[in-house]
């Protein structure tokens, strides 16, 4: 059965899950990158980045997971590009180059129109202004059976837990302080919103835990 998903979204011990200041130089916020060292190194993600090998064991395997079975994306606006506002122009079309990773239909949440962009390698970018439910349905659809992953960031998380949409959580847990920035759990009951945890593990880079809703 297909789901709703959050896949290895990466948090600081203090909850964090992007650094203050976001910009085109630090997309994800100031410290932000130190979130995503656990997966940096993974096999997986060299993949991404056209390199071979990469580290195995249990980082891998959560960040291999995260791409399994996936239909389709939803992502907010700042997860696509820096650019706030009307769109000025179709220059920019995502932090990935040509080639993104998704492979799939994304649709992007945004509250200025624009075309969908076809990029290589079976991404197609949808931006949607009619909100989460449309977007989500629209994600379903495309998806054709396999899961909807929620890519980020933390106020689209956020918003797709207040609304009970969100079937399952991968939280990675990295050893890092922010102090400030976009906290995921903020003002959130995740035991009221049904939430239980049904697996952990901790590696040296991060500590992998699974929520699952009902």
């Given at each position: 059965m297909s789901k709703v998903q959050v896949s290895a979204f990466s948090i600081s011990i203090d909850g964090y899950g992007a650094g203050p200041r976001q910009s085109l130089e630090n997309p994800l916020?100031?410290?932000?990158?130190?979130?995503?060292?656990?997966?940096?190194?993974?096999?997986?993600?060299?993949?991404?980045?056209?390199?071979?090998?990469g580290s195995t064991g249990i980082?891998?395997?959560?960040?291999?997971?995260?791409?399994?079975?996936?239909?389709?994306?939803?992502?907010?606006?700042?997860?696509?590009?820096?650019?706030?506002?009307?769109?000025?122009d179709d220059t920019w079309k995502g932090w990935w180059g040509a080639n993104p990773p998704y492979h799939v239909p994304v649709f992007v949440l945004t509250h200025y129109p624009r075309e969908s962009i076809v990029m290589e390698g079976g991404t197609v970018f949808h931006f949607v202004t009619e909100g989460i439910q449309a977007a989500l349905e629209r994600a379903k659809v495309a998806a054709n059976g396999k899961d909807v992953r929620i890519g980020g960031g933390v106020a689209v998380i956020q918003q797709y837990l207040r609304a009970r949409l969100i079937d399952e959580l991968h939280i990675a847990i990295s050893p890092v302080l922010l102090g400030s920035g976009e906290r995921l759990f903020a003002d959130m009951d995740m035991v009221e919103l049904g939430y239980r945890c049904v697996e952990h593990v901790s590696t040296e880079k991060a500590a992998h835990v699974v929520l699952r809703r009902g």
């Open positions: 916020g100031v410290g932000g990158m130190a979130l995503h060292e656990w997966a940096f190194a993974t096999r997986t993600f060299q993949r991404m980045f056209g390199q071979e090998g980082d891998e395997d959560f960040a291999a997971r995260s791409f399994e079975n996936v239909g389709a994306w939803i992502l907010g606006r700042n997860m696509f590009g820096p650019v706030r506002g009307p769109w000025p």
